[in-house]
């Protein structure tokens, strides 16, 4: 079963940026995969995501301001995060897409002055 374990956020204000890290077990090579994130009281979104060839689409208020990258071997997927606004908090997650496993815990990003 593949395990997915996210770091990298924290609280940051307005503007600020961050760097998350998602490892994966084993590699994904040949896999899509993407980041997600749920907001308190809203449904899990896609944010980004990037397939074998590393082109990338993004949710349209992501667009110019966060980026996806990814390792192949061990598999990990990245999500620089900058210009960061308040609406940007939530829990991130990253799996696999458009079929995702079995969720990781996530990582809290709260963006707040």
């Known amino acids: 079963q593949v395990q997915l374990v996210e770091s990298g956020g924290g609280l940051v204000q307005p503007g600020g940026s961050l760097r998350l890290s998602c490892t994966v077990s084993?590699?994904?090579?040949?896999?899509?995969m993407a980041w997600y994130r749920q907001a308190p009281g809203k449904q899990r979104e896609l944010v980004a995501r990037?397939?074998?060839?590393?082109?990338?689409k993004s949710l349209d208020s992501v667009k110019g301001r966060f980026t996806i990258s990814r390792d192949n071997v061990p598999g990990a997927v990245y999500l620089q995060m900058d210009s960061l606004k308040p609406e940007d908090t939530a829990v991130y997650y990253c799996?696999?897409?458009?079929?995702?496993?079995?969720w990781g815990q996530g990582t809290q990003v709260t963006v707040s002055s």
């Open positions: 799996n696999h897409y458009p079929h995702t496993w079995s």
């Open positions: 084993g590699t994904i090579f040949g896999i899509y």
């Open positions: 990037i397939t074998t060839d590393r082109s990338t």
